[in-house]
Nanobody, 121 residues
Framework: QVQLVESGGDVVQPGGSLRLSCTAS????????MGWYRQAPGKERELVAAITKFGDWANVEDFVKGRFTISRDNAKNMVYLQMNNLEPEDTAVYYC??????????????WGQGTQVTVSS
């Protein structure tokens, strides 16, 4: 069973940038497609981006496309979410997930505890 720990969340002004990191242990992340989700207060958890086991393909949801990038380093057992041009609407708890793809659909199996991102002036 893989364990996931997110880091990098912070308070940032609109237009700023953050890079979230997800550190995995217990199992090589090369066994998993990896994803980032977020959950804002009063809203359901939603997929932000996901990437295949070896990083050959990734999808980024339309509401962050062009601003967020997902990447992975299997040698370091880490996954990243680069977030640029942040908006107040990006405020949420961000979760790392390990899972798999069924066709183009990402299926999370294991979760981290989340890291808070707050975008505010």
């Amino acid at each position: 069973q893989v364990q996931l720990v997110e880091s990098g969340g912070d308070v940032v002004q609109p237009g700023g940038s953050l890079r979230l990191s997800c550190t995995a242990s217990g199992s090589p992340i090369s066994n998993y497609a990896m994803g980032w989700y977020r959950q804002a207060p009063g809203k359901e958890r939603e997929l932000v981006a996901a990437i295949t086991k070896f990083g050959d393909w990734a999808n980024v949801e339309d509401f962050v496309k062009g601003r967020f990038t997902i990447s992975r380093d299997n040698a370091k057992n880490m996954v990243y979410l680069q977030m640029n041009n942040l908006e107040p609407e990006d405020t949420a708890v961000y979760y790392c997930a390990a899972g798999w793809y069924t066709g183009s659909d990402y299926n999370p199996r294991s979760w981290g505890q989340g890291t808070q991102v707050t975008v505010s002036s």
